[in-house]
């Protein structure tokens, strides 16, 4: 069971309120209301002992705003032929105040978002068929459609969570993308959205208590490789507090595990704290009084994990220098005239470059040794 919570958000502007004239509707969903038992106590203790039908009216709308912006489908309450037909219903006495806040409001929101993307059969889509919310909740329960639902209302909650994260990149390159959660709809997407699906506790269904517990104890860190996002060593989260060093299905929990497989990576993230502290200070204040000392997280770092903090990135080996017997291609770069010299060595192609041309200069051309049998 589920009741609408006027008291903790802004109520948005009515849609039915406006759209209702009619004093016979209007008298009719009055008398609704005062045999609803199902209606918010104190919504209706508001209104006090005599409330006159327009603030009756304006209540019934921003009531069914809320349920409506608050399906697991998205928010549908500026569609209209909703709210119109509850309303109808409501005042029919087919429906009460729960059936519309609890499986009601779902169920439309499923209905729309089958619907929008083409995936209900041909007898489901015209929405003026339907009598009344069962018909809809039988519907959509069907086991046609359960998978996609499911899909869809995934695809939904990593949305709202997008939409709400707070975190900061610290490393952020062709390989690694390291950043900070500042809340729970950061780890949560960190989890679900991008590559391996991971099973990190601080963004599980649950999370919210898991974040709050190990954030107030000092920075949680996620971890990126986007050479293998896909893999379960693609995804690391780490929270020094706790010795925690764990891989994406946390099968693998170990400081020498991740110095092996990111080299250098810890320097990095160490100096990516080092060079936001400003940063990481000010996003943490909600969550513990004047933000993270970043000092100390940078010294916790250090001290847990000191294979990964004393790993180096290995160091690209010098490209060397084409040479060797055989047929050169020679370009002049300012022209792009090209020309095909066979020479002992480079050194041996430009001076015979000399030879037949003696006031050029060697800094305006490219040698580039051709494979044998190359035309």
């Known amino acids: 069971m589920r009741t609408a919570d006027l008291n903790d958000q802004q109520l948005i502007e009515a849609n039915v309120a406006a759209k209702i004239k009619d004093p016979k509707t209007i008298k009719m969903l009055s008398i609704a209301m005062r045999h609803d038992g199902t209606l918010p106590r104190a919504a209706v203790a508001k209104l006090g002992p005599k409330p006159d039908e327009q603030a009756i009216l304006q209540l019934w709308s921003e009531m069914l705003d809320n349920s409506l912006r608050r399906t697991d489908y998205g928010d549908i309450s500026a569609d209209g032929k909703f709210d119109d037909w509850l309303t109808r219903l409501y005042i029919n006495g087919m429906v009460d105040y729960e059936d519309i806040n609890g499986e009601g409001g779902d169920a ?121 996002a896909d893999d379960v060593n693609g995804k690391w989260q780490i929270h020094a507090p706790t010795n925690q060093i764990n891989n994406g299905n946390q099968s693998v929990r170990s400081d020498e595990k991740f110095a092996e497989l990111f080299p250098g990576l810890m320097k990095k993230i160490v100096a990516g704290i080092q060079s936001n502290a400003t940063e990481i200070k000010k996003g943490s204040v909600d969550i513990v009084p004047g933000g993270y000392d970043t000092e100390a997280a940078i010294a916790d770092l250090k001290k847990r994990f000191p294979l990964s903090f004393a790993s180096e990135e290995p160091k690209a080996e010098p490209e060397q220098e084409q040479d060797g017997e055989g047929t050169w291609l020679v370009t002049h770069t300012p022209s792009g005239r090209t020309a095909r010299i066979e020479g002992e060595n480079k050194r041996d192609v430009q001076q015979k470059l000399l030879d037949r041309h003696p006031n050029v200069n060697l800094d305006d051309f490219t040698f580039e040794l051709q494979p044998p049998g190359a035309q």
């Open 108 to 228: 439309l929101g499923a209905w729309k978002a089958l619907s929008i993307r083409n995936k209900l059969k041909p007898a489901h889509q015209d929405f003026n068929k339907f009598k009344n919310l069962r018909q809809i909740q039988t519907i959509v329960r069907d086991s046609d459609y359960r998978r996609e639902l499911d899909r869809i209302k995934d695809a939904e909650i990593i949305e709202k969570h997008k939409r709400e994260k707070k975190e900061l990149s610290i490393v952020d390159d062709e390989r690694y993308l390291v950043t900070i959660p500042f809340n729970y709809g950061a780890c949560y997407t960190f989890n679900n959205e991008m590559g391996y699906q991971a099973s990190f506790c601080t963004g599980s269904s649950s999370g919210l208590s898991w974040f709050n517990r190990y954030a107030d104890d000092g920075p949680v860190i996620s971890v990126i490789d986007k050479s293998n």
